[in-house]
Structures are given as C-alpha cells and as structure tokens.
C-alpha cells in the first residue's frame, strides 16, 4: 500500500469506531468496536508481512515481530467482540494482549542491537533508570491517589496496577533502547517509540475506565490501538526502504530526538513529581520512595560508567598519539604542518631532512627554505587550494648533500584550524627517469634529435594564434652509396653531422627531426618565403663534402616543404612528401614548393556542413582480404569530398577543410553512422574499420556517437573497428584513452593504424586494449629496398600473435611482395594491389560474384610453409 493509502485506512477504522461505539455498550455481544479493531489489526498484520517480505536475515526480524503483535491483537480482538469462551477466553484474551505488548519492547531491543559497537550494559542501565523513574511519576500522581481505600473495587486493583505500569515500562524500555539507533534506520525507531505511546495510552485509558466507567475513556482506548496500528506499518514501510546491504555510515550510532525526549522528561520528572506532592500534600508511598532511590543509585552507577569511558577514551587517545608520532617519525616520507603564515609549526625528523632544515631553527618559514623564483607559486598553490585534498604541490630545493632535490607535497587542510598537513615525498630519482624516458621517448638515440613522434606533436599544436608555420622534408642524395662502400659505421657518423649542420643552420625556435634513415624534417617559424629561404640554405649547407674519419662524402639533399595549417599535420607531411618527390625528379640536390593549397580552397569557397547534407561527402571503401585465402573479410572505410570544382579531396584534405570551418565533430558523427549503416546494409558479416583523425577527436562524443550508430544501423559491435594511430594518441586530449576503454567495453574492436615508426607495440598494449595493428610496409623499408621487409613483418606478426592481436600488411605495392607478406603468416593484407577506393555499390557488386576471393589463393604448399 502507498504512503498515501495509510491516512485512508485510519479514517476509515474511526468513522467504524464512531459508528461501532455507540452500538456496544457494556456486556453486548458482539461488540462491534471490537470487531473493528481486529479487522484494523488483521490489515496491519497482512501489510507487516508483505513488507517484510523483501528484507533479509536480521534486518527483518524486529518488524515482522511488529507484525506478529497486530496478530495477536487482531486474535484477542476477535475473542472479545465475539464474546468466545466465556472466562477461559477472557483468560486467553490476557495472554494473547500480555505477548502483544511485549512485542515493541522486543523489536527496540534488536533496533538497539543494530548499532556499531552496542554496548549492552549501558542500555540495561539507561533502560532500568528510565523505566523506574516513570514508574516513581506515575505511582505519586495517578496510581497512589486511585489505590486509596474504597476508591475502586480490591477486585480490579491488580488490573488497574497493571494497565497503570504497562506505559511506563513499555514506553521507557523501547525509549531508552531507541535513543541512539543506527543511522539507517532513525526514522523507523522514532515510529516504534510512537507506537508504544499510543499504546501506553491505550492501556492508561483502560485503567482509567475501569476506575470510573465510562464510555469516552473506552472509545479513546480504541482509537489509541488503531492509531498504533497504522503507525506500526508506518515504521515497517520505513523499514523496508533501508537498503539490505548496509555501510558503515548507515550502521553508525545517530541519536534519536524522540528516544531523547522520553529519557530527560522521565528523569526530571521524579524531583517535579516530588516537588508537586510535597506541595499539594500527596501521599508518597514507601515504593514511590524505594524507586527514586534506585534511580539516583543507576545515576551514580551511569556516572562512573562516563568517567571510566572517558579516563579509557583519554588513555587511547594518548596510546593512539603515540603511535602515530612513532609511525611518522619513522617514515622515510615526511609529515609537516604549516599555519597560515606558512610557518612549520611540525616537522618530522624526515621532513627535516626533506627540507634541509637545521637544528637550530624549529620553526622557520618555508618560503624561506625554496628558491627566490618558486616562493610566489607555491604560495599560491598552497594558500587558495582551500578545503579538504588538493592538487599535489612540487617544490626544488637547491643543492644538499646528495645535490639538488624534488619534493612532491601533498596536503590537506585541518578543518577550522587555518593549518595545513604537508605530506613530503622525494621524488628526484623518480622525476630524473621519468624525463630521461620522455627525452627517449621523442629523441632519435643516434642524432638526438627529436624524432617523428615529436615532430607530429608540434604539428598539432599549430594554430591560429601560433603564427605561420612551415614544413621542409628532406633526404640525402646517394646515401646508400655510403652504406655499400664504408659501411654502415660510416654511415651514422655521416648522419650526426648532417644533424649538426642542420641545427647550425636553423634558430632556436625551430624543430629539426630525424624521421629514420636518411630522412630528416624541419618545422619553422615563419611564412612561405621563409621557408623557401630555409630550404634553399639546407641544400647549400649540405651539397658542401663532409670529412667523416680519413674519407670525404659528397651527399647533398632534396628538400619537399610546404606550410602547416591548424589541424593539418598529417596533410602537411603528405603534401611535404610529394614535394620531396617533385625535387628528386628534377635532378635531386633542390629544393620543390608544395603549391596547390586544395584545402584552403575548398574551405574559402565551400561549407563542409552543407557539402554533408548535399551528399558531397562521400564514403570510399579499401577492401582487406584473409592472408590465406584471399578472401574479402572487411573494408576500410575512409571519407572523400567529391567537389564540383576542384574533384575528390581525399580524407586528410577533408578533414583540414573541416578543421578550418569547425566541422570536424559533425564530420565525425557522420562518418562513423554512415560506415555502420552501408557495411550493415552490404552483408552480415564483414568488418568495418574507421580511422580516427590526429588531433581531431571528439572524445566526449565518441562512446555515444558509436553506440547510436550501431543501434540506428543493427550492426554488431564486433564487426567495427575504430583505428587509432600513434600520433592520434599523442595529440588528443586526455580524455581519448578513456573513451576508447568505453567503447571497446561495448564489444566493438580498437586497432593501431601505421603501426612500425615509433613506439613498441607491448607499450600501446599497456594504454588500449588493441586487437587490430595495421603496418605500412612502406615504413619497413628503406629507399626503396624490400629485402628485409618480409622478416620484419612477420617479426610484428609473430609478437603481435603472443598478445592475440590480428596484423593486417598494407600499401602493399607488388604481387611479389604480397605474396612474401602472405607466406609469412599475414592475418590480412590491403593496398594498391587489392581493390581500393570503392563506392558502396562497388562493393556490393565484390560481394555478389561467384568468387569470393578478391586475391589468388596462396598455393597449399606454400600456405603450409607459412603457418
């Protein structure tokens, strides 16, 4: 039944009682009030148990014994108003009422049981107390003056006595048991002590009726035991919202106001009471007297209790104090607290140490113990990280005797106090390999200088506000000839000078990178004609012979540049390359500019937003076939913009378009929901792979974009696959790694695109779980040379097989190399030589020929040697 349903009932059950009353007088059978309140305590019972029905164990004992008290009245009720049994059934009525009314000081007993760390002979006193000096209130002012000679018929005194000492014990039992209850369950206690006082009530308005008869203190009898019912299911409903598993703030002892009230009234009530006698001249009898005495002794014992708990509680306090100082001073880690001066009020002996603080000062300031130029940022950092935990704080010391230190501190405030903890750490040797790896991590180990990875980070940090940004690519003309003839000894010393003459040449804000091989880049500062500039004075420096050891090397180089737009890195590369190549066909040893800036065109004249709703936006599909077999197994779906003046932008150019207009998260939803619905619409089972672009995801958006696409498309999870490349992880937020953990969770696949130039593959393992890596064989070799590209492919299978990773081999050139690629054990392989850039009506054509296979099926023999 609803909360609302409740107030109903009891409106009903007293229109019943007005209505029953009146048509029951004294000795009627049936009595029809009777009858209602079993009828009331029948629907107490019913809805106690369908409550209670959802708890477990423990918890639901003491309100299923709530339930069974409404039974045994509802059956007391029904023996009553039906006049059963005659004496022995008014005998029976008194147990069954006796048993009843045991049953809420039972419940607070295992409400009371509920609290950590309940301390049972506390609750005995408290219980023994409350209930004696309610007994002392009642005997002086009601019972005493109705017990006086002839006032009732001897016959009824042990029953008057009787409903006359039920509400003090009943109602000082469970309020001393409820006055601290477990947090979770408060509300439901305060119900239980207002359900025992209305039955007290009851009960002190029975024995008034049987003092002087009459038929109001009956009728509010009845309405006092309806009232106790409903609030009785009241306190089982509460109950029943507590949830089964319980923390420890839910079982933490919360004081109840209601439990509370009953325990200061009951013992200010005996002096009042004594006082109220003494001045209007009542009787106190020599029980009233005995009580009080017991009172002021539990008092006296409950005093000794407090003072006992409390020399305990000091003695712990003090033990506890010791251990911590003995724990903090024997920490390697140092503790300190400042005021808000940032004066060290304490150090431990390791923070001493930490901080390079002498004996002689105790207290010194430790502004004073940094450097001149970090005193301001700490103090900022220190003094507005208000409340509670903050940001961990690094500070630099100057040099100790083990030279200079890094301290990592965090630190909390005390609440009120305007003091500060520091926790003190030394992370110098953590924070020394940490930057040793990061410098390993962006630096070529034979030329340090930065490599590739670094040189796309800095790309993709260009934008608007960073200034004109220029792009030169180049090579050396006739290195292999070095290689061949000196050997590849000569050949790196070579390459080191040709790395020093490219620093020389160039300003400190410039970035020289070597890509690998004889392949070196440069990302400048300024606008094309500086750049053209640049260019021209590498390609002097290097055409000029280097002396390596007894022999001289005349090398030279061409140079591929063009200009850096924002969120056009890998595109710049691209168009860089090109370049590169313009300059090599026209006789090596020059210089070639990039020219046709299609993006800027595009973006000036067109929108990328209405080029997607026109349908100018276009999907193309690269087919991946089984190494094996041969067989097409997915498709690489890649964007294209089909321009009506300047033709197909591929995707790079797409996306650098899109990035100028602040289009790309629109770009991206349309991209992943367009490649789930054509692939789902093609057949049932072959997989889609996406690309991510570099610096350009929205990892905020993606986990939902790629379940709403799959859900709009019915496309199984597994059958996507959202590819990542190593730049892709190095630009994008924060935020990525996060998001694609969230979607691989959802079933769909992670793959590490253009995989072989950078880092090891078992340390992006460790950031995504990947099931795809895609290799550009292009990376593997070396001018050209294709000899060892086999070997190394199926090195990256080989290891990429122990983790369960699938290697798909692409830009795959030649039949021959195809089939080298295929005989060492290739998962799948795509390029040039397979079908590649296909509209969705293409592929759908591959699928329905008779011949799956969209590569010659590799030799069984031959299949045999690379398995």
Known sequence: MRPAQQPVVLLGALVALALAVPASPSGAVPQWDNLVLTAVGAWAAWRCARLTRGMTGRARLPWRLLGLSSLLLTCAGLVTGLGIGGAQGRFGVGVLVLVAALGPMVSAALIGGQVRGTRWP?????????????????????????????????????????????????????????????????????????????????????????????????????????????????????????????????????????????????????????????????????????????????????????????????????????????????????????????????????????????????????????????????????????????????????????????????????????????????VTTRRRRERELERMAFTDHLTRLPNRALLFQEMAAVSTATGDRALLVLDLDGFKAVNDSAGHEAGDLLLVEVARRLQGLLRADDLVARLGGDEFAVLLAGDEEAAVEAAQRVVDALARPCRIGDRTFSVGASVGLCLVHPGGGQLAFRQADAALGAAKKAGKGCWRLHTEDRVAQAAAGSSVAIALADGEVQLRFDTIANGDTGVLAAVHAQPVWVHPELGALPAAELWAAAERQGCTAALQQWLISRACGDVAALDDQLLVAVDLPAGLVHADELPGEVDSALRAAGLAPPRLTLLVTEEVLQTSSAALIPALHAVHRTGVRLGLDDYGMGSTLWSQLARLPLEVVMVDVRNLSAGGNHDRTPELLGAIGRSARDFEVSTVAKEITSGQLLHELRVQGVVAVAGPVLPTGLTVAEVAGLLRRPGPAVVAPLPPARAAAGV
């Not at 209305?198 to 309806?226: E, M, R, T």
């Not at 009232?227 to 009785?232: E, R, Y």
């Open 122 to 426: 506390v609750l005995v006193i408290d219980v023994l107390m409350v209930t004696v000096a309610l007994v002392v209130v009642v005997d002086v002012l009601v019972l005493a003056p109705a017990m006086t000679p002839g006032a009732i018929d001897p016959v009824l005194q042990p029953l008057v006595i009787a409903y006359g000492v039920y509400p003090e014990v009943a109602v000082g039992v469970v309020g001393a048991l409820c006055t601290v209850s477990a947090a979770a369950v408060r509300r439901p206690a305060t119900a239980v002590i207002l359900m025992t006082a209305l039955l007290g009530l009851a009960a002190a308005l029975l024995a008034a009726h049987l003092v002087q008869p009459a038929g109001p203190w009956a009728a509010g009898a009845d309405v006092a035991i309806v009232g106790a019912l409903v609030t009785g299911v009241h306190a089982v409903r509460l109950a029943s919202a507590v949830p089964a598993q319980l923390s420890a703030a839910d079982t933490a002892p919360a004081v109840n106001t209601a439990g509370v009230a009953v325990d200061v009234l009951a013992l200010v009530g005996v002096p009042v009471t004594l006082v109220t006698a003494l001045l209007l001249d009542l009787r106190v009898t020599d029980g009233a007297l005995a009580c009080t005495a017991v009172v002021v002794l539990l008092l006296l014992v409950r005093l000794f209790m407090r003072i006992r708990d409390s020399d305990r509680i000091e003695e712990d306090l003090l033990r506890s104090e010791d251990d911590f100082r003995g724990l903090v001073e024997a920490s390697s880690d140092g503790v300190a607290i400042v005021d808000a001066g940032f004066r060290l009020e304490f150090t431990s002996p390791a923070a001493r140490t930490l901080l390079g603080i002498a004996d002689a000062d105790p207290h010194p300031l430790l502004l004073d113990l940094l450097p001149e130029e970090d005193r301001a940022r700490v103090r900022r950092e220190l003094g507005t990280a208000a409340g509670g935990a903050a940001p961990a704080v690094h500070l630099q010391l100057g040099d100790g005797e083990g030279g200079p230190r890094e301290l990592e501190v965090t630190h909390h405030e005390r609440p009120g106090s305007g003091r500060r903890v520091l926790h003190l750490r030394d």
